[in-house]
T-cell receptor, first 110, second 116 residues
Framework: TQLLEQSPQFLSIQEGENLTVYCNSSSVFSSLQWYRQEPGEGPVLLVTVVTGGEVKKLKRLTFQFGDARKDSSLHITAAQPGDTGLYLCAGVRSNYQLIWGAGTKLIIKP | ETGVTQTPRHLVMGMTNKKSLKCEQHLGHNAMYWYKQSAKKPLELMFVYSLEERVENNSVPSRFSPECPNSSHLFLHLHTLQPEDSALYLC???????????????FGQGTRLTVV
């Protein structure tokens, strides 16, 4: 049983479209991190959300932490080919465990 | 050189071979990690070292043996591996262990391991 579910697993869209990917759990996290991993590279941290209901923006990327701190979403506006990659979420539990999702593989076609 | 560096980038080994993966971090971090990444699966945490002491070992088979000689270096010694051990092995470091205030993980580029 996966503790952190990411959806969709795979998404392929045209440049300029908007998209949302989700990270859901039945567990409460003290914080949640989003990473992007490009082919041949390790994951790179994009953002950490800490407070329930928190919204953070990183240029065209908008991250939201659920009010109950069990889920999160990543919305990309006007996607660009450079946004292509594997998006991973990781929840930090109160016992210091870091729980990872399996990722959303995103392809943006020019 | 900055960041987290892993060598080699690619490794093909037979099931009877012994090899080692190397990780070096130049960030002054206190915690280092080995992860296994397989397609369509969550990252699997294998080992955690905090201040050079192994603090977590997630039921990893004994054919994987970590070594942390100092706070900047981490090794993963491999012997008598199985084909199902083929995966991307990622090293990461963070200022503090996961759960602390500074838990951003900085990853290396990984070693793509193929066991034949």
């Amino acid at each position: 049983t996966q503790l952190l579910e990411q959806s969709p697993q795979f998404l392929s869209i045209q440049e300029g479209e908007n998209l949302t990917v989700y990270c859901n759990s039945s567990s409460v996290f003290s914080s949640l991190q989003w990473y992007r991993q490009e082919p041949g590279e390790g994951p790179v941290l994009l953002v950490t959300v800490v407070t329930g209901g928190e919204v953070k923006k990183l240029k065209r990327l908008t991250f939201q932490f659920g009010d109950a701190r069990k889920d999160s979403s990543l919305h990309i506006t006007a996607a660009q080919p450079g946004d292509t990659g594997l998006y991973l979420c990781a929840g930090v539990r109160s016992n210091y465990q870091l729980i990872w999702g399996a990722g959303t593989k995103l392809i943006i076609k020019p | 050189e900055t960041g987290v560096t892993q060598t080699p980038r690619h490794l093909v080994m037979g099931m009877t071979n012994k090899k080692s993966l190397k990780c070096e971090q130049h960030l002054g971090h206190n915690a280092m990690y080995w992860y296994k990444q397989s397609a369509k699966k969550p990252l699997e945490l294998m080992f955690v070292y905090s201040l050079e002491e192994r603090v977590e070992n997630n039921s990893v088979p004994s054919r994987f043996s970590p070594e942390c000689p100092n706070s900047s270096h981490l090794f993963l010694h491999l012997h008598t591996l199985q084909p199902e051990d083929s995966a991307l092995y990622l090293c990461a470091s963070s200022q503090d262990r996961a759960g602390g205030l500074n838990t951003e993980a900085f990853f290396g580029q990984g070693t793509r391991l193929t066991v034949v």
